[in-house]
């Protein structure tokens, strides 16, 4: 990597060193040099290679400094650098900044330039696939990023990736793996269900049975059972119809005993079911004792519901 | 299937990630640990352990004690492990703090030494977060202390604000000096200036920050963070709560803003910070207050195009643990202190909407913050194991003081009947009050508290945002008049 570039010529600012300040930071020399020119340079609107390197120096220094993002787009577009490169070495930052969510905002920024400078038969037409290796590496190493789960809502969107075969094995998998991971059903969710036109009937139909078994095999997940109640509501089903499967995981008679309650989650959609139904007394007894024993960190909460039903 | 070249940067990046630590899952169920019988067995074994834990520290004449669920779900996976060992951990803190108190000197101390002293270079990752160092600093000093601030302090606050102040507001208020404007430092920046109550200076910026918030205006309602940033809840209220405040909100800067917020609720009830990805607690904040903001009749929530307010209600009330007693930000996340805010001023919110008084447990969230975010060396946590900073001392003082208080709207209708009646006009705000100054409040415990009441749709105290409003209110009046 080039290092001769010179910026003795550049006139750096001050980047809160005024003294006395609160909250001083001691900034390291380097730091202070490096951004003390880069904030000059931006003064001054300058769109050059060296401005473009000490960016990347900076970014190395702190990932977080949205400036430089905001400036780094900028210069990349004054001098029409190749946007792939870019899209490579940004993966680097990302996976040495796994916190980090300015760099996906910028990802997006430079797609979309992408997908506006190059026309359908340009050899550097955009994959999405391209995304994949990244992604799946991000989300390995942790499974509820939100904003890696965010780009790759946006990724999906934009290329109409709903039914890519690599999209819905790659969620299957983050479900099977982790059950109780929300981000993958809030995901799948998304992708199955977000099109407003284009639901057929049968994915409900398909859906419900991939979720249902799921909360058999781990019955106290509220992931699960609030993708079940999702797509009752997404179609306008009555959960009425649920009342069995509900029945699965506890037994009204013996509702006393812990051993024959698999699930907080079936009692509250067995109270809703039974208010459908016009059985106010049977709704207000499960709130009852899902306030005083099965849930009782909400007993507020399931006041509540019963209150509602007293009042109407 | 993914052709060789994907494979060869998967495990090219899976390495570099490697160096820092081990990768918590693998997407091949195949590689994962199987709950085999060694793993059924210290399931049952920590159960066992927790319960007794649980039954050795409880204290009768607590309202909250820690409740293990009676519900045995077997199921093991990564969220299931590391729940548990937070549960554990928290357990354990709750042990070795039985006591109820609240530290205020210490925090004072923290808070001071936190804004006079100098920080060590490896803070410089906050340097694009200068306004909001000072806000957190400084809104946690005020809930907590009798004093006004220094008047030394404040003149070097506002130093600070000044210098990140972009061409009088044109460009935004910045995370630091010659940087660029930001939605979200803007929003820091105001409610500092409000707290130093330096209205000269705001009055000065607002028509700028005006017209820098249309710039950022999204055809779809929404705003940008700043020129080429990101537009989501959190970019839309921060403009939407410093215009309230400044009283700059018009038809034109708030035109189809409600009904985007309404596209970003999910399938869960909360709402997330864009249309279709996972509620979350920040940005769920962002979108409920910001509705605060954009209505000013109680009524407009059950508006046929407004959000789904029960299926929020039950989102927000699921996010209280009840072992831990704290509040987390998703479903199945852990536990964080910073929710105490961010959660936690959802439910006055909702409170004054339903009138209901409690929908939550405020003993509970209380007993978390005290015994297991609160340290003493003065500060607060995310959970125990973690260290103190800013961002959380101030979150949690502030879930704090919600745990303190009751809300309630006032019923404008029925008094502008009885104005009319009494041949009153309400004069000291415009028509279009929002509901986030039309709220009342009231002490749990009557007449005493630690903190200062706030306002849950600011997240500074209740009187300083009323009086901000009320100075440009009749500044505005006196212009008009």
Redesign the interface.
């Known amino acids: 990597m080039a290092t001769d570039y010179n910026f003795d010529d550049v006139e750096t600012v001050k980047i809160n060193e005024e003294t006395p300040q609160l909250c001083q930071i001691l900034y390291d020399d380097e730091y202070k040099h490096t951004i003390g020119i880069l904030l000059g340079l931006l003064q001054i609107r300058e769109y050059s290679e060296r401005a473009l390197y000490l960016t990347e120096k900076a970014l190395e220094l702190l990932a977080s400094h949205y400036t430089i993002w905001i400036y780094r787009y900028d210069i990349l577009v004054h001098l029409n650098k190749d946007l792939f490169e870019e899209l490579d070495w940004c993966e680097q930052v990302a996976l040495e900044n796994e916190k980090n969510y300015q760099i996906w905002n910028y990802r997006q920024l430079i797609i979309t330039r992408i997908l506006a400078t190059t026309d359908e038969s340009s050899k550097k037409k955009f994959d999405p696939h391209r995304e994949f290796p990244i992604l799946q590496s991000m989300l390995e190493s942790d499974p509820k990023n939100h904003h890696v789960w965010s780009y790759r809502m946006w990724l999906v969107k934009k290329f109409n990736l709903f039914k890519d075969d690599r999209e819905n094995e790659f969620v299957n998998k983050c479900i099977s793996a982790d059950l109780w991971n929300n981000s993958a059903w809030s995901h799948r969710f998304f992708l199955k269900f977000s099109q407003e036109k284009d639901i057929p009937e049968e994915t409900f139909a398909t859906e419900k049975v991939y979720v249902q078994d799921y909360i058999i095999e781990s019955p106290q997940n509220p992931s699960t059972w609030n993708y079940l109640t999702g797509i009752y509501k997404k179609y306008n089903k009555s959960i009425v119809d649920l009342e069995d499967f509900c029945l699965k995981f506890v037994d009204i008679e013996k509702i006393d005993d812990p051993n024959y309650v698999k699930s907080s989650f079936a009692i509250e959609l067995l109270a809703k079911i039974f208010v459908k139904q016009q059985k106010n007394e049977a709704s207000i007894q499960l709130y009852d004792i899902l306030g005083s024993k099965y849930d009782p960190i909400r007993s507020n909460y399931w006041d509540y519901e019963k209150k509602k039903l007293i009042s109407h | 299937?993914?052709n060789k070249k994907?494979?060869e940067?998967?495990s090219y990046?899976?390495g570099?990630?490697g160096r820092?630590?081990e990768?918590?899952?693998?997407?091949?169920?195949k590689d994962?640990e199987q709950p085999g019988d060694d793993s059924e067995y210290e399931d049952i074994y920590t159960n066992h352990q927790k319960r007794d834990m649980i039954q050795r520290i409880a204290n009768p004449e607590y309202a909250f004690n820690p409740?293990a669920?009676?519900?045995?779900?077997h199921?093991v996976?990564?969220?299931?492990n590391t729940q548990e060992d937070t549960e554990m951990d928290i357990l354990e803190a709750y042990k070795e703090n039985p006591k109820l108190h609240f530290d205020r000197d210490s925090h004072l101390n923290y808070i001071k030494r936190?804004?006079?002293s100098?920080?060590?270079?490896y803070?410089?990752?906050?340097?694009?977060n200068?306004p909001w160092?000072?806000y957190w600093?400084a809104n946690s000093y005020s809930l907590i202390s009798d004093e006004p601030l220094f008047s030394d302090?404040k003149e070097?606050?506002n130093?600070?604000i000044t210098?990140c102040i972009v061409r009088d507001g044109l460009g935004g208020i910045?995370?630091?000096?010659?940087?660029?404007g930001?939605a979200a430092s803007t929003y820091a920046g105001i409610l500092a200036l409000v707290s130093t109550e330096n209205y000269e200076l705001l009055d000065k910026i607002r028509p700028n920050l005006y017209k820098w918030y249309m710039s950022l205006k999204l055809p779809n309602g929404s705003f940008r963070m700043?020129?080429?940033?990101?537009s989501d809840t959190r970019s839309t209220y921060c403009v939407l709560s410093v215009a309230a405040l400044l009283n700059i909100t018009s038809e034109e800067l708030v035109e189809g803003t409600a009904e985007w917020l309404q596209t970003c609720q999910?399938?869960?009830g909360g709402f997330?910070?864009?249309?279709?990805?996972?509620?979350?607690g920040g940005y769920t904040y962002c979108a409920l207050a910001s509705y605060f903001l954009l209505y000013s009749h109680k009524k407009e929530f059950s508006k046929e195009n407004s959000f789904d307010v029960d299926g929020l209600?039950?989102w927000a009330?699921?996010r209280?643990?009840?072992i831990e007693?704290g509040l987390s930000g998703?479903?199945?996340?852990l536990v964080d202190a910073c929710y105490s805010f961010w959660i936690g001023a959802l439910y006055p919110l909702l409170e004054s909407i339903?009138d209901?008084s409690?929908?939550?447990?405020r003993e509970?969230l209380g007993h978390y913050i005290l015994r297991c975010s609160q340290s003493q060396k003065g500060g607060f946590r995310d959970k125990p194991g973690t260290s103190v900073d800013f961002y959380h001392t101030n979150y949690t003082l502030c879930g704090f003081s919600i745990c303190e208080s009751y809300f309630t709207l006032e019923d404008k209708e029925e008094k502008e009947d009885k104005e009319e009646k009494e041949g009153k006009e309400e004069k000291e705000d415009n028509p279009q009050k929002p509901l986030a100054f039309a709220l009342k409040y009231k002490l749990v415990k009557g007449d005493i508290s630690l903190t200062k009441v706030i306002n849950p749709v600011y997240g500074i105290p209740f009187e300083l945002a009323q009086a901000c409003r009320s100075y440009f209110i009749t500044k505005d009046h006196e212009n008009a008049s």
């Open positions: 299937m993914a994907d494979e940067r998967l990046m899976l570099l990630l820092k630590r990768s918590q899952f693998r997407v091949d169920p994962q409740v669920s009676l519900i045995e779900d199921y996976s990564a969220t299931r936190s804004l006079e100098k920080l060590p270079h803070y410089k990752s906050l340097d694009a200068h160092m000072m600093l302090i070097l606050i130093d600070k210098r910045a995370g630091g000096s010659n940087q660029i930001h700043h020129v080429n940033g990101e999910t399938y869960e997330a910070g864009v249309p279709n990805t996972e509620a979350h209600v039950r009330v699921m209280q643990y009840g007693g998703r479903t199945n996340k339903t209901q409690d929908l939550f447990s509970a």
